[in-house]
């Protein structure tokens, strides 16, 4: 077995932990459940209901290893090979870009989307314009008669393995399905926002408002080096802890998805999830 294939069926593996995290049963039936070809968007309008290990694959390419397409087209042929009875995958695919989010990263957004990707990690967003232009990288320009919701989108059109991958006959298809969620109620891409710096804090609210945020993820480690108490390890500094507080706060308030990394073991699990985390990270390369 290659390391690939080892990592991707570690991401597919039943954890021990993966119980604990689920906070309440989702209501309803599971068709009425069902409505995303990205099942991760169903977990996420779900109440009550923290996402579990096994729910998404958070496929790191800036700091796993290096940003190749080529790579990311191989962890989800490995996905592919793992979906439910409705035929939809078992974890949905999101991919941490290395570009931060002062820099241009257009090219990768369109790369790594076309081949199938149903999610984005945008490292290092500073403000508004910032998360606003991750998004609008995401989106196809608006069509004649459609709803018009701001950012606008850039993305140019040419999904090459993207229709397959998620089910769909056509590029036709897929562009109907391709915008993101929440922005379109209907969409199936996740724009996924980190905040790691002491710059992303001062401006979390207008960051977490941005309409089109799926989610925030907090890089705590980042986060207390930019703060100027270093890195987590082995617990994060009261700087960094009380950084946290103010996102996951900001959280809240906006009904954003909050996630951050939990390494330390079931009390720190409990704790982010009765304060309010969605999803955690719980295992991390480095």
Partial sequence: MTMRKRAIKGLLSAVAIASTLTLVSQSGTAAEMAKHINPMV??????????????????????????????????LAELDKHRAADGRLMSTPIVRLPADGDEQSRWMVKQVLDSGAMGIVFGHVESRAEAERAIANMRYPTQ????????????????????????????????AQA????????????????????????HIDEITSTPGVAAILIGPSDLG???????????????TEAAIQTIVNSC?????????????????????SDQGFKALIVKIGY
């Fill in 42 to 75: 169903d977990k996420l309008i779900a109440p009550g209901v923290l996402l579990t290990p096994t729910d998404w694959a958070f496929l790191d390419y800036e700091h796993g290893k290096p940003f190749s397409v080529a790579d990311i087209r191989a962890d």
């Fill in 225 to 239: 080096v930019s703060l100027g108490v270093g890195p987590l390890y082995p617990k994060n500094a009261p700087e």
């Fill in 252 to 272: 809240k308030k906006y009904k954003v998805a909050c996630i951050t990394l939990a390494s330390t073991g079931q009390e720190e699990i409990k704790m982010r």
């Fill in 179 to 202: 915008d993101v969620w929440p922005l379109n109620p209907d969409g199936n891409l996740l724009p996924i926002i980190m905040i790691e710096t002491a710059e992303g804090v001062k």
């Fill in 144 to 175: 004649k008669g459609a709803v018009v919701r701001k950012p606008e989108g850039k993305r140019g059109f040419g999904p090459t393995l993207a229709p397959k991958f998620w089910g769909l006959a056509n590029g036709r298809e897929y562009f």
